[in-house]
């Protein structure tokens, strides 16, 4: 019987090694949909696992595929390179059918997909987390660095993600009453809950102080390619 949450680290940790990775690769291509749903039983569970595997395949598709990468990065993200048990994903089905609860890739989080497959609504979590946005590596200089993500502690490691991307990503300039923040904020809006919850989330983490309004300035994203960007801490990352 696969352990799914195993296997998500199993795969990781090749990535980040440099290992063989295709014994992995087999063996979610030998899903079995009903063991899987049992073991990916909460949000808890889901995030983990599909975070885990978006950020492994994201490196792997990037490396076998940089040409058609270079050439149509939209096609890329879009593309169902993955095969889980004889279904083909995309990563962007991964991002925002599973991770995002069925919403639609360029509907700056106010459209979800009114017909998502049973499939995609049976291993999707059952409530948006933004904090999973802080999480994703898609390739970008731009992105957070990979973690492995646990089940058992992914909230505490989702809020020391946000948390440090934040620190390391937003520029308040109180002279110029301008804060400077990721192009994330402006693409998925209203998985923040509008610009008030954007500005809700930049005092939750100190970012500004509360009752303050800045302007609110989206730098433009750095997609410069950055494989391998792995974090350092061992208790964290994977392997």
Not at 85 to 109: A, C
Not at 147 to 175: H, K, M, N
Request: aromatic letters at 14%.
């Amino acid at each position: 019987m696969t352990n799914y949450v195993q296997l998500s680290r199993q795969l990781l940790s090749a990535v980040k090694k440099e290992t063989d990775h295709q014994p992995f690769l087999e063996k979610l291509r030998r899903t079995n949909f009903d063991e899987m749903a049992r073991q990916l039983n909460t949000d808890q569970v889901r995030k983990a696992v599909w975070i885990n595997f978006y950020n492994a395949f994201s490196q792997i598709l990037l490396k076998q595929h940089l040409n058609f990468y270079r050439k149509n990065r939209m096609g890329f993200f879009s593309k169902k390179w993955i095969d889980v048990g004889g279904k083909r994903l995309s990563l962007n089905n991964i991002e925002h059918g599973l991770l995002r609860r069925s919403q639609f890739t360029y509907g700056f989080g106010y459209l979800a997909n009114p017909f998502p497959s049973a499939w995609e609504r049976r291993f999707r979590v059952q409530r948006r987390d933004v904090r999973v946005h802080f999480a994703l590596n898609c390739g970008a200089a731009a992105c957070p660095p990979i973690l492995f993500y646990r089940p058992e502690v992914v909230d505490q490691q989702l809020e020391t993600a946000t948390i440090a991307f934040l620190e390391s990503d937003c520029r308040l300039d109180s002279v110029a009453n301008v804060v400077e923040v990721s192009r994330i904020f402006q693409w998925f809006t209203g998985d923040f809950g509008g610009k008030t919850g954007v500005f809700r989330l930049l005092v939750r983490y100190g970012v500004l102080a509360p009752g303050s309004a800045p302007k609110l300035v989206f730098r433009p994203y750095d997609w410069s390619l950055s494989l391998g960007k792995f974090a350092s801490s061992e208790s964290s990352a994977a392997g």
